[in-house]
């Protein structure tokens, strides 16, 4: 028999307080008219709604549905779920990973940035809410009531740190969870998303269904941005032949016997150089592994088009 008090923070203040990995395994979780408090669920839940918070810290491991702030103000938070959505809320500042275009509603002052988090427990914690580490939409916000000549949103400082936010806990108990926020070690890759590109160079990169697609993706991103190029956003989604045809164009015949076997990982790349250097990477490291990846830079913007557009539309966003 589930008790719910054991799922609600309500009425705390000045508190740090917290649920450790296990201790949610994906039921709801409520929080309501905290103050001054630091709270933490290091593991993932069905919906989490968080109700007239105010100067808060707070940590959200993966939420399998939304998360829905109502009411809050002054709040700071690392937040990992498919939906993300505020209402009535002043000054909250987020380190999102969302699945899909997260919205604001009645809300100013809202200040967004990428999720960037390790601790041991998170990769299988996505798995187990559904989300995918490569589809994160953190910065393409939908203002619902928008105001004429003010904007209600922004984005966080590039150089934003999590521990500057968001710091790690302090209590005993939950001082268990060994937790990184260096953005190198992130679950998440860290993306630009929608911030100004430095280059109009582009090139985009898709790895094929297989036992070590997120870990070649990942070696690919570590080769790329120690190289100097910038991620600017990752896709994990499903494709048909048709769709190859549109994204891969005269070398779809190649791929499209790779695509039954699971959805495909693209990454979008940016830099003086970014074709060249991600053709070279991935020549030299993964041989023998099929990757789709831009011909030359003149192609490589409409690659990244091609694929985006198809994804937007097969993610419904």
């Given at each position: 028999q589930v008790d719910p008090k054991d799922y609600t923070f309500s009425g705390l203040k000045d508190e740090t307080v917290g649920r450790l990995p296990g201790k949610v395994a994906g039921q709801q979780f409520i929080i309501q008219d905290c103050e001054n408090c630091s709270i933490?669920?290091?593991?993932?839940?069905?919906?989490?709604?968080?109700?007239?918070?105010?100067?808060?810290?707070i940590f959200l491991g993966p939420?399998?549905?939304?998360?829905?702030?109502?009411?809050?103000?002054?709040?700071?938070?690392?937040?990992?779920?498919?939906q993300f959505r505020t209402r009535d809320?002043?000054?909250?500042?987020v380190f999102l990973c969302c699945a899909t275009q997260p919205i604001i509603e009645?809300?100013?002052?809202?200040?967004?940035?990428?999720?960037?988090?390790?601790?041991p427990e998170l990769a299988i914690q996505f798995k187990d809410a559904?989300?995918?580490?490569?589809?994160?939409?953190?910065?393409?916000?939908?203002?619902?009531?928008?105001?004429?000549?003010?904007?209600?949103?922004?984005?966080l400082p590039e150089n934003a740190v999590v521990q500057d936010y968001v710091p790690l806990p302090s209590c005993e108990e939950l001082k268990a969870v060994r937790i990184s926020t260096?953005?190198?070690r992130s679950i998440i890759p860290v993306t630009r998303g929608q911030r100004q590109k430095s280059s109009d160079e582009s090139c985009l990169a898709?790895?094929?269904?297989?036992?070590?697609?997120?870990?070649?993706?990942r070696k690919l991103i570590d080769e790329m941005t120690g190289k100097g190029f910038?991620?600017?956003?990752?896709?994990?989604?499903?494709?048909?032949?048709?769709?190859?045809?549109?994204?891969?164009?005269?070398?779809?015949?190649?791929?499209?016997?790779?695509?039954?076997?699971?959805?495909?990982?693209?990454?979008?790349?940016?830099?003086?150089?970014?074709?060249?250097?991600?053709?070279?990477?991935?020549?030299?490291?993964?041989?023998?592994?099929?990757?789709?990846?831009?011909?030359?830079?003149?192609?490589?913007?409409?690659?990244?088009?091609?694929?985006?557009?198809?994804?937007?539309m097969q993610m419904g966003m």
């Open positions: 933490y669920i290091f593991d993932h839940s069905a919906t989490i709604t968080i109700d007239d918070c105010v100067n808060c810290r939420i399998k549905g939304s998360v829905f702030f109502r009411d809050c103000k002054d709040c700071k938070c690392v937040v990992a779920c498919q809320c002043r000054k909250l500042e009645s809300s100013t002052g809202m200040k967004f940035g990428c999720f960037q988090y390790y601790y559904g989300l995918s580490i490569f589809n994160n939409t953190w910065s393409n916000i939908h203002d619902f009531t928008p105001v004429s000549g003010e904007n209600n949103w922004g984005l260096d953005a190198m898709v790895f094929f269904a297989g036992d070590y697609t997120t870990a070649n993706a910038q991620l600017v956003q990752t896709k994990e989604v499903s494709m048909k032949a048709e769709d190859a045809h549109r994204v891969f164009q005269q070398c779809a015949s190649e791929f499209i016997p790779l695509l039954e076997k699971g959805p495909v990982v693209a990454l979008e790349f940016s830099g003086d150089g970014a074709v060249e250097g991600c053709r070279s990477t991935i020549n030299d490291v993964f041989s023998g592994t099929k990757v789709f990846v831009s011909e030359s830079k003149a192609s490589a913007s409409q690659d990244v088009d091609n694929f985006y557009n198809f994804a937007d």
